[in-house]
């Protein structure tokens, strides 16, 4: 402290006023009390740890049988559920058909590849005007095309049966199978794209891009779209992973060869071993990392309006 000071402090001693007071009549110490932290209140204390708690059970719940079915799929046996004897491949080729006893099912799963991704592209070129003009745009009858566009309307096993009568020529083609999972799966994707676009505003962003010259096809398409690109790539993942392993539908369409995933599926998970049906899940769970990855790469690159210089 300086020695001007001093003399102030002691003067304010004599004049019987607390030399630790302020001018305006607060104390030093109550303005320090005033302005320290205040403890964390009990629901941040408690709540925090709680959610944290069941968000890692309910994970854990999820992913404990996944891990626990591929692990049993390269074993011997098993006893319940604690499979036992590491490692052997026998089951995956039972599976695969690589061991001489059945048909090679790799032409099968190429041809469920194909007919999921055709299902899920056509989604997107259908489910995204869908979902861009429900949130754009005010009509009549909105609310009731909207409760059409999100609501699935018919069952699988319905809607195979009402494909095989309508269109007995092309109901069990692969075109017929598109089709069809396409209408199935297609209110996972309007729901997912329209969230995306009632995050936005797309009125502001139509008008800048018009303002700047770009023509209506080009504003849908360079900038409402690559806004959207997570409501889309999360609608593509949902729509191919649901639509490989629908069953009810394929089942009740199907004719002839190769087979869907869906009926490689059932034929190696009903009176089977559970190191067998283990492996045939098993071989769903890779392909569906995998695809999951090809869209999210795909996506991350093809949803962007920069140029690389």
């Known amino acids: 402290m300086s020695d001007d000071a001093e003399p102030q402090r002691r003067s ?16 030093v110490e109550t303005t320090i009390e005033a302005w320290a932290p205040s403890r964390p209140a009990l629901s941040t204390r ?12 309910v994970v854990l719940v999820l992913s404990v049988p996944v891990v626990v079915t591929f692990v049993s799929s390269f074993a011997e046996t098993a006893t319940g559920i604690l ?20 048909m090679a099912v790799i032409p099968g799963l190429a041809f469920s590849l194909a007919i999921a991704t055709g299902g899920m592209m056509l989604n997107v070129v259908i489910g995204v005007p869908i979902a861009y003009a429900l949130t754009r745009y005010e009509f009549y009858a909105r609310d009731w095309l ?27 083609s692969a075109l017929g199978l598109i089709a069809g999972y396409c209408l199935l799966k297609s209110p996972y994707m309007v729901l997912t794209v329209q969230s995306s676009f009632q995050s ?39 729509t191919w992973t649901l639509a490989a392993a629908e069953f009810n539908f394929t089942f009740m369409v199907v004719s002839g060869s ?52």
């Open 46 to 57: 408690v709540g925090r740890p709680l959610v944290l708690g069941i968000v890692t059970l």
């Open 200 to 238: 936005m505003d797309l009125v502001r962003l139509e008008e800048s891009a018009r303002s700047l010259g770009a023509s209506w096809p080009r504003t849908f398409l360079t900038v409402i779209v690559p806004h959207a690109k997570r409501g889309i790539l999360a609608g593509c993942i949902i």
């Open 83 to 102: 499979p036992r004897g590491f490692v052997t491949f026998e089951h995956w080729r039972d599976v695969l058909g690589l061991g001489g006893d059945q």
């Open 258 to 309: 190769p087979d869907p995933f869906a009926v490689f599926l059932y034929r190696n998970t009903s009176n089977a071993t559970y190191m067998q049906q283990a492996a045939a899940v098993s071989v769903y769970f890779l392909l569906v990392v995998s695809a999951i990855a090809v869209l999210q790469l795909i996506g991350n690159r093809g949803f962007t309006t920069i140029r690389d210089q």
């Open 12 to 27: 304010r001693s004599d004049a019987g006023v607390d030399p630790n007071s302020q001018a305006d009549g607060g104390s």
């Open 146 to 172: 909207n409760t059409l566009a999100i609501v699935p309307l018919v069952p699988g096993v319905v809607l195979g049966l009402a494909f095989v009568q309508t269109y007995p020529n092309h109901g069990r």
